[in-house]
């Protein structure tokens, strides 16, 4: 044991010290996918920069301002400040994404680096802030590498550079404007106050801006786009990743400040550089590579020096004569007329309210994007169930599983739980998404629900848990739903169904078990234990069960993949909602429990049939219709009593049994 936990402190201070590294190139990559669905978007045709931020500020909104509306929290810093971030953030990112338009994605990406030199202009014109003269130098080499950049679109005569590469480029060198003002007090306010505030309330307010501005600046541009499934994939595809981009950045800058924060952002100009070789099959000028690497240089010796640009002042006092400016306008705050606070008390409880019913059509979303990233791999001839969620897991492994490693926190359940959990989740998610080789995406969707009815003979079998007689009618109601759907696909006849939609519906029956198998168990986990260590020791445990499926199962298919841009921004697409999906329902459970869970998926249903009719042009049979009702209907009976499956013994006596299972937990581990 002492040999164990020996090794355990030296490798966790060295793990602890590298996770910082690994979120970075999370982040990192993330970014480089905002890049490259922008500029997809763009090269499609589409000239909707404000459109494309519209769907990040709205996700943003909706699940950070439902956590501060659920906590029941006031503003720490006074709301007009958030609105003149959230401003400077929409004008950057507008003019950053115009410039896809007129300029090639490595000069974007790599010009973005401008924002450091505005920061070190701002900071020292209107906060004082001192600076030594390597970090000058540093910012110096940078620019004349950036300068390089601008030198090289100058002079690219073969147009691969863009339409017009300058005009592109000036357009991102005013957006790192923006960016500096909103990213100076961004890490001001993540570092003072906290961060799920900051991020709200920079949703909230840039989703104010770009209602108002869309109208204005983009309403002819978004009535000439012509719609298509890449087109949408790009737009989705773009707003999931700058959701995760806003959530991650706080934590790096938390972890690590603006250091690492910069030097992890360089690994996106690699793969901008990757995407406009291999994706647009453009040659990339040699000067590029020379400004990258002064790039490189100058934000290295920048860094050697480098000190917090927000809590640097030229002096004491002035830093907490700011600092307390806050204060004050947060008191002033508090003592505004009754009238105004006594409408919020009596509005609170009606957000709080609805929020878990936001929360549970985002999940809803977010899963009808899973299956319709999954069918259009499946549609695109890719038969690789496995390697779609090699990817998730990969990122659950490393967001979450970092997360516990920066805590220097123990496993408060024993690790095999959660491999079995793992293992069972794997195989579940295999055969799903190998049911859309064979079945349509509306009778995969809809035939999730047979999880239900696997958790109830599981619980009832292995827990003791009672039903009462309307659960089972409703359950009963909701199979006579899905057989239906069963009916449906045996009698198609125009084969819209699919190639074998039996087959199909067989292999999401047996996945629907091993998903109760998992839900069973990660929902007593997240009630009774940390959701982060859940979610990462499923990814982790994930991973290493996909490591070993993949070269055994999907080796042939994975070679005569023929590799395209659709193709892999579905699979980006798939990882990123699966990601999201993984990261909200356990906050979803904890909110609401099993059955407004189980409610709200039914709307992802109603997406599939949405995604069938006008994507795939395919028709839905009015069996579909019938069996949903009665799906909706069986639901509805069943919540009526509903109680938790791993809590309801059925008497006090199994209620303490369910606590001496909880005890075995902790006497394993202590073992």
């Known amino acids: 044991m002492d040999n164990n936990s020996s090794w355990w402190r030296n490798y966790e201070g060295i793990l602890k010290t590298f996770y910082p590294v690994f979120l970075g190139q999370v982040v990192s990559f993330v970014m480089a996918l905002m890049s490259f669905t922008s500029s997809l978007v763009a090269n499609l045709g589409a000239n909707t920069p404000l459109s494309l931020s519209f769907f990040s500020y709205t996700a943003l909104a909706l699940v950070y301002g ?9 503003l720490q810093v006074p709301w007009y400040w958030y609105a003149l971030l959230s401003l400077a953030d929409v004008q950057g990112n507008f003019l950053v994404n115009k410039a896809y338009q007129y300029s090639s994605i490595t000069s974007v990406t790599i010009l973005d680096c401008w924002t450091i030199a505005w920061v070190i202009i701002l900071t020292w014109l209107f ?91 983009e309403r002819k541009s978004l009535e000439s786009v012509k719609w298509s499934a890449e087109i949408i994939l790009a737009f989705c595809g773009y707003a999931v990743a700058s959701f995760m981009f806003y959530t991650l950045v706080p934590f790096l800058l938390e972890m690590s400040g603006s250091t690492l924060f910069n030097l992890s ?59 307390q400016l806050l204060n004050e306008d947060e008191e002033q705050a508090d003592h505004r007329p009754m009238s105004r606070s006594s409408w919020w008390r009596n509005h609170e409880d009606i957000l709080t309210t609805f929020y878990p019913l936001f929360l549970g059509q985002v ?24 390697s779609l969620s090699f990817f998730t897991y990969t990122a659950l492994a490393l967001v979450y599983g970092g997360i516990m490693i920066y805590r220097r926190q123990k496993l408060q359940i024993p690790w095999y739980w959660y491999a079995l959990i793992g293992f069972a989740d794997v195989q579940g998610s295999f055969l799903v998404n190998k049911a859309f080789q064979y079945s349509s995406i509306t009778s995969v969707t809809i035939l999730d629900c047979w999880t239900i009815a696997w958790v109830m003979i599981l619980t009832w079998l292995f827990l003791g848990t009672r039903y009462s007689p309307w659960q089972f009618f409703g359950i009963a109601v909701c199979l006579g739903g899905l057989g239906l759907v069963l009916l449906s696909d045996a009698k198609a006849s125009d084969r819209s169904g699919s190639s074998k939609p039996i087959l199909g519906d067989i292999f999401v029956i047996i996945a629907t078990f091993f998903f109760s198998v998992s839900n069973v168990g990660e929902e007593f986990c997240v009630k009774k234990k940390d959701h982060v260590e859940v979610v990462s020791m499923i990814g982790l445990f994930g991973l290493l069960v996909t490591i070993t499926e993949i070269p055994i199962l999907e080796r042939k298919s994975l070679e005569s993949v023929k590799w395209s841009a659709e193709l892999i921004v579905a699979f980006c697409g798939y990882a990123v909602a699966s990601f999201m999906f993984y990261t909200l329902v356990p906050f979803l459970l ?79 581990e202590e073992t």
């Open 66 to 74: 439902g956590i501060m509306i659920y906590r029941r929290q006031k």
């Open 127 to 217: 906060l004082g802030t001192r600076y030594s003269p390597w970090q000058f130098f540093g910012a110096a080499v940078c620019l004349g590498g950036l300068g390089l950049v601008l030198l090289s679109d100058a002079k690219a005569s073969d147009g691969s550079g863009g339409s017009k590469p300058i005009l592109g480029d000036i357009f991102v060198i005013v957006g790192t404007f923006f960016f500096s003002m909103s990213n100076v007090g961004e890490e001001f306010c993540v570092k003072k106050k906290d961060r799920i505030e900051v991020v709200s309330m920079i949703g909230l307010f840039g989703l104010l801006v770009t209602i108002i501005e869309i109208p204005i600046l």
């Open 265 to 323: 952002l360089l690994t996106s100009d690699v793969w901008a550089v990757v995407i406009r070789t291999f994706f647009y099959k453009q040659k990339v000028e040699w000067l590029y590579f020379v400004a990258f690497a002064l790039v490189v240089t100058g934000l290295i010796i920048y860094s050697k020096t480098e000190k917090d640009h927000v809590n640097a002042p030229a002096n004491i006092e002035e830093a907490d004569q700011r600092y």
């Open 363 to 386: 999940v809803s979303f977010v899963r009808a994007l899973i299956s319709f990233a999954s069918s259009l791999v499946a549609n695109l001839g890719v038969n690789t169930p496995l």
């Open 590 to 668: 904890k909110m609401s429990g099993s059955t407004l869970f189980n409610l709200s998926l039914l709307t992802s249903d109603v997406w599939a049939v949405v995604i069938r009719t006008f994507f795939y042009k395919q028709k839905v049979e009015w069996l579909f219709f019938v069996a949903f009702a009665l799906v909706v209907t069986g639901l509805i009976i069943y919540s009526k009593t509903e109680k938790d499956p791993v809590n309801a013994s059925a008497t006090i006596e199994e209620a303490n049994a369910d606590d001496q299972r909880y005890q075995l937990l902790n006497e394993d």
